[in-house]
């Protein structure tokens, strides 16, 4: 005689229906909020000149304040600060492809954020 096996129940779980008006919502919200990241990437891609040098004076703030706050010794704060912008060019072009790469990402989904309730 054969072995005979446990019972296995099957259990089904159950899901709500989702109506097909809220997947059409869904749908065109992820839709915009996907035509939102292509704008803003566009944007930053045509004004790459303004967002490099917004980018340089914020390397250049950072740099200042870093320096004076890690570095209290006045000669050797003077000297680094007017080292601090030999890696700016690297720096820049460093922070502009990050910044392109991830902000319209980033800044969709923070507008997004506010508009949700």
Same mark, same amino acid.
């Given at each position: 005689?054969? $072995?005979? &096996?446990p019972n !296995?129940a099957i259990t089904v779980?159950?899901r &709500?229906?989702?109506?097909? *008006? *809220?997947?059409?919502?869904e749908?065109? !919200? !992820?839709?915009?909020?996907h ?5 803003? *990437?566009d944007?930053?891609v045509?004004?790459?000149a303004t #967002?490099t040098?917004?980018?340089? &004076?914020?390397?250049? #703030? ?6 004076? !706050?890690k570095i209290?010794?006045p000669p050797?704060?003077r000297?680094?600060?007017s080292? $601090?912008?030999?890696?700016k060019p690297l720096?820049?072009k ?5 910044? *392109? ?9 923070w507008l997004? &954020?506010k #508009?949700k309730?």
């Open positions: 005689m054969a $072995a005979s &096996s !296995k779980l159950s &709500s229906p989702v109506a097909p *008006q *809220q997947l059409a919502e749908r065109l !919200k !992820k839709e915009r909020l035509d939102i990241q292509l704008l803003l *990437q944007l930053f045509r004004e790459e #967002v040098l917004i980018l340089g &004076s914020l390397y250049d #703030v950072g740099a200042i304040n870093m320096i004076n !706050k209290p010794f050797l704060n000297l680094l600060k080292l $601090a912008g030999l890696p720096a820049t460093l922070l502009l492809r990050w910044f *392109q790469n991830k902000c319209p990402a980033l800044l969709a989904n997004y &954020s #508009v309730f």
